[in-house]
């Protein structure tokens, strides 16, 4: 049976530095892929400098409008427009003005730096010969937690992103640290993303992994789907097997956004789909 695959949520631009391609590409791509709705959620600008060699500056964004308001209202795939915005300490004072000003469909809330150590980006993979890695999981998680409470962002991106490189942390204590985190993010009625990006890393798995998502399905917070894209040919990479884990964890449907408010619609099946 073929079956449509669900929304991609998650997908960049040339304008974050480290993707490749341009916007009309990955929407030819999604159109080829069976993918009937997608989101540009590029790295938002950071005023104050923080980590500017992967993200727009904010005298680029009004291109990343110009880029995302030019492929919409097309045929299929429906485009939406969205952003990725970093939590870490200062980012309020840009974000409480500046996120309610967009007219964005939705908008990705992720944590990428300890203090200031970007702990997911190679370049610093020898810092993790140095930490105690289960401790590097309880800072990652208290910050997702100070993430949910700004209510700033509707999703959370790739939940469990310090296992990219392989660290882990045992399942009870893992449990015992998201646990919590999770309450706070349910009680700001977030969702969170069913990432694919990590099945091209060295940790080879979908971010969250199914323990954290039957964590998520317990306290009823949704999901979406992202591929994170950073090139054409990764829009709707293995969705196939993020609904079949998201059908494992208990879910039988999934968020579509609009002006930054979700929807359920139902997950159907997947076997094979159109390539």
Not at 17 to 43: Q, T, W
Not at 82 to 106: K, N, V
Not at 153 to 162: R, W
Not at 265 to 271: D, F, M
């Amino acid at each position: 049976m073929s079956c449509a695959l669900p929304a991609d949520y998650h997908i960049h631009t040339f304008l974050c530095k480290h993707a490749e391609g341009m916007p009309a590409d990955y929407v030819a791509a999604a159109r080829a892929r069976g993918v009937p709705e997608m989101c540009f959620a590029d790295h938002a600008p950071a005023p104050d400098g923080y980590d500017p060699g992967v993200r727009m500056s904010i005298e680029q964004f009004p291109e990343y409008v110009e880029m995302i308001s030019a492929l919409r209202g097309g045929t299929a795939p429906h485009v939406l427009y969205g952003i990725e915005a970093d939590y870490y300490e200062g980012c309020r004072a840009f974000l409480e003005s500046w996120l309610p000003e967009q007219d964005f469909d939705l908008v990705l809330g992720s944590v990428h730096y300890i203090n200031d150590w970007g702990f997911d980006h190679p370049d610093n993979l020898a810092v993790w010969d140095s930490v105690d890695v289960t401790e590097t999981w309880r800072k990652y998680f208290d910050l997702l937690g100070a993430l949910a409470d700004t209510r700033l962002f509707d999703i959370v991106g790739h939940l469990d992103l310090p296992k990219k490189f392989g660290h882990r942390t045992e399942e009870g204590a893992l449990t015992e640290i998201a646990a919590p985190v999770l309450d706070r993010v349910a009680a700001a009625g977030m969702a969170v993303e069913l990432n694919t990006g990590g099945l091209r890393c060295p940790v080879g798995e979908i971010y969250p992994s199914l323990l954290v998502l039957e964590l998520c399905r317990e306290r009823n917070i949704p999901i979406v789907f992202g591929s994170d894209a950073h090139s054409a040919d990764c829009v709707g990479h293995a969705f196939e097997q993020a609904v079949n884990l998201a059908a494992q964890a208990g879910y039988t449907e999934s968020l579509r956004f609009r002006a930054r408010k979700g929807a359920p619609v139902p997950l159907q099946s997947i076997g094979r789909t159109a390539t």
